[in-house]
């Protein structure tokens, strides 16, 4: 017997189940839970090793550094906004 692609689709979207609901914020003030929300979904220090680079804005003051510090340049350029992930 051969089974139709829409009754396997219903079948699966069935199986899977509705997504559970986010639990809704407390009454009141909210600036609790607002917190709680926006520290669970920050980047751990571990995953900010981008932070730690020692970057400057200017080539002589690269180039200086790494003289002193006998170490190479890395130059990244852009053109967007680096804070939205559109470089």
């Not at 009754?7 to 639990?23: Q, R």
């Not at 980047?43 to 680079?53: N, S």
């Not at 550094?65 to 170490?71: S, Y």
């Amino acid at each position: 017997m051969r089974i139709p692609a829409i009754a396997i689709a219903l079948l699966c979207c069935g199986a899977a189940g509705a997504p559970s609901a986010p639990p809704a914020p407390p009454s009141g003030d909210p600036s609790s839970y607002v917190d709680a929300k926006v520290a669970a979904c920050s980047p751990k220090p571990e995953e900010r090793r981008f932070d730690q680079t020692g970057w400057v804005t200017d080539i002589r003051t690269a180039l200086a550094l790494a003289k002193q510090h006998n170490r190479p340049v890395f130059l990244f350029t852009h053109d967007g906004h680096m804070g939205l992930g559109r470089c």
